[in-house]
């Protein structure tokens, strides 16, 4: 690649700021790709966590749910008191330029939308175990679908980077080694072709 250039002082400045820039470029993008490793190996500890946290919650809401239906009958019609929450929404935010989701809303609190003479303690532990897998499962389709984003903004970064540390760099460099040496060698024969002119312009004058 370098040998394919002229050798000129335009083109050695040209080489010396695109040899720069790959490697800014390089270091730019080695520092984003280790920002968002850091970013994704803290939400995939979190995900862990929550995902222990949903089993164990939606474990506690079935027993919840299979000693209410025992002690008060099969309560598919209360359950159709219970309202569809609309209040759920979808944001964003941006990590070294990669959107990662926010889930906005949810109820966090439980709310009395049934009657308590038709109910039992079960009942309502059911009903509140099941808000709170609905919470954390939220959560956690935030922070998976995060860390899945990161995963793809992590392998284009390490692409990039790679190309820049082993294909432009070198590539670069090659063509400043290349045309410095052809210019060297071009003063070297233009030195020694004034030296030989000025000892012959020196030989005839004596």
Known sequence: MAQQVFATKGNLIS????????????????????ILIRE???????????????EATFAEAYSALQSANMLSGIILEKS????????????????MGIELPQVTGGDAEPKLCYSLADTDS????????????????LMLAEIENS??????AIRKAQ??????KNILIPMYRDR????????????REEFSRQKIIKATKAKKEA
């Not at 994704?40 to 949903?54: F, I, N, Q, R």
């Not at 692409?159 to 820049?164: E, P």
């Open 15 to 34: 080489a010396k700021h695109s040899l720069r820039q790959a490697q800014l470029g390089y270091e730019l993008m080695d520092r984003k790709r280790n």
């Open 176 to 187: 400043v080694k290349f045309i410095s040496e052809a210019l060297e060698e071009k003063e």
């Open 147 to 152: 860390v899945y984003r990161l995963s793809v």
């Open 122 to 137: 079960c009942f309502d532990k059911a009903y509140t175990s099941f808000l709170k897998a609905k919470q954390t499962g």
């Open 80 to 95: 159709h008191s219970m309202p569809i929450d609309k209040t759920i929404g979808l944001s964003y935010r941006s990590v």
């Open 159 to 164: 692409k990039r980077a790679n190309a820049l």
């Open 40 to 54: 994704m190996v803290m939400l995939t500890d979190k995900a862990k966590e929550l995902s222990g946290t949903l």
